[in-house]
């Protein structure tokens, strides 16, 4: 009987595979991820056609732009009677200290209590209690348009 050269090497092949595994092509795991940066840009300096100066902050802190005007309507002539309370409009960035003193600087009248909340259309409203001695109608009458 004649054996074939083919046969014989497949099964050596087999053999072999069997007991020593496989070769597989091994590939190397890249871990680390894209190490590709962007180069910044290139920053020229500025070169302005005229010099920009900013407004000076004392011009936006003047009394008569810290209070921009009065509110009335039925509730607030009702706060005006009973709690002696004028409500205005006031700079949305204004603390209650400014309010006080620009309501001093322009009525001269220190307030007791001032209270703040910012309304739903983003203006700030200022709730400004006067003390006993002063009327609030009286106040509120020099600045009623007639």
Request: net charge positive; proline share 7%.
């Amino acid at each position: 009987m004649v054996r074939d050269l083919s046969t014989v090497t497949k099964a050596t092949k087999k053999a072999c595979a069997l007991t020593e595994g496989s070769k597989k092509r091994e590939f190397k795991i890249r871990t680390g991820g894209c190490r590709f940066v962007n180069p910044k840009p290139l920053v020229q300096p500025k070169k302005p056609v005229y010099e920009r100066t900013p407004i000076a902050r004392e011009e936006f802190n003047g009394s008569l732009n810290i209070l921009r005007f009065p509110v009335r309507s039925e509730a607030i002539n009702n706060l005006l009677e009973t709690q002696n309370t004028v409500v205005f409009i006031v700079r949305r960035a204004a603390s209650k200290t400014e309010i006080a003193a620009a309501f001093n600087a322009i009525f001269q009248i220190k307030p007791v209590k001032v209270n703040t909340l910012i309304t739903p259309l983003g203006d700030k409203k200022a709730f400004i209690k006067l003390p006993k001695d002063v009327r609030a109608e009286d106040v509120a009458a020099g600045f009623t348009p007639k």
